[in-house]
């Protein structure tokens, strides 16, 4: 790891299903030593209890870096038992959904450094990307830290205000799903066209999966590639007319959608 407060005074990781357990991972890789981890989990999984990390011990008195990453309903009765770490220098970095940074700081005190993150589910395989946000005591410093971590699954991106985190759960977090149900429609569409299931499933996905890695690795404005691949009246223009209809199709769909998942995200938030 690159930071070296963290591998010194410890990290503890509260909560390690799915997404605790792909962040620990990636640590690990990297080099965190196991000694310098705490995991806080009643429902250890045989890989973790093999880590060889602290697994439900005495956790450090004031560790650097504690990340959350409990589910939200569980959050007020575990969040509680860590008071005494608030208020100094300690930095919670959270990845529970509909959360707030203020939730916190009412719980383990106001000058404690928080930063709220949202990741999403690729991360199990490091391709993910998260957003962080931080308050005032968290500064610079605490940012940096949870980068350090967070970037150990996949990209990071810093949002300038709290309320954003909204807008990035309808695009990146809750993204993959809308992705996921693509290729569902796809191969179904392949298959209405005379394709056997099993190869209009291969075709959806690698297609999918290629195009996307295109996209990242291309250095080219998405608008731009798909003028690449647009012959005047060929296929892939007679589906762009319906696809990029502004009534019905992708323009006035993905808007719908992704405010939709805002819109939830917002109403989680106030409880």
């Not at 890789?29 to 060889?52: E, F, I, K, N, Q």
């Not at 993905?254 to 917002?266: I, K, Q």
Request: some cysteine; proline content about 6%.
């Amino acid at each position: 790891m690159e930071n070296s407060r963290i591998a010194a005074d410890g990290l503890v990781l509260l909560g390690c299903g799915k997404m605790g357990s792909a962040m620990l991972a990636g640590w690990l890789a990297r080099g965190l030593p196991v000694g310098s981890v705490w995991v806080s989990d009643p429902h250890p999984s045989d890989w973790l209890r093999a880590t060889g990390v602290h697994l439900n011990e005495d956790l450090p008195e004031r560790p650097a870096i504690v990340l959350v990453a409990v589910k939200p309903q569980m959050m007020a009765e575990a969040l509680p038992t860590l008071r005494a770490m608030g208020d100094g220098s300690t930095v919670f970095v959270s990845v529970a959904a509909g959360t707030p940074i203020s939730f916190f700081e009412h719980t383990l005190g106001m000058q404690t450094p928080v930063v709220r993150a949202m990741p999403n589910t690729p991360a199990a395989i490091s391709q993910g990307i998260t957003a962080i946000i931080g308050n005032d005591a968290a500064g610079t410093s605490g940012l940096d830290e949870a980068e350090v971590l967070l970037s150990a699954v996949g990209e990071v991106v810093r949002l300038s205000e709290e309320a954003q985190i909204d807008a990035v759960t309808g695009v990146s977090g809750s993204g993959p799903a809308y992705v996921f149900h693509m290729i569902e429609t796809m191969a179904a569409a392949g298959v209405a066209q005379g394709l056997p299931e099993a190869m209009a499933l291969q075709l959806a996905r690698a297609t999918v999966a290629g195009a996307g890695a295109l996209a990242i690795q291309s250095g080219e404005d998405p608008g731009q590639l798909r003028i690449n691949v647009t012959s005047p009246n060929g296929t892939t223009q007679a589906a762009l007319e319906v696809l990029m209809d502004e009534t019905d199709g992708f323009p006035a769909l993905l808007r719908r959608a992704v405010a939709a998942a805002a819109d939830r995200s917002r109403e989680l938030s106030r409880g």
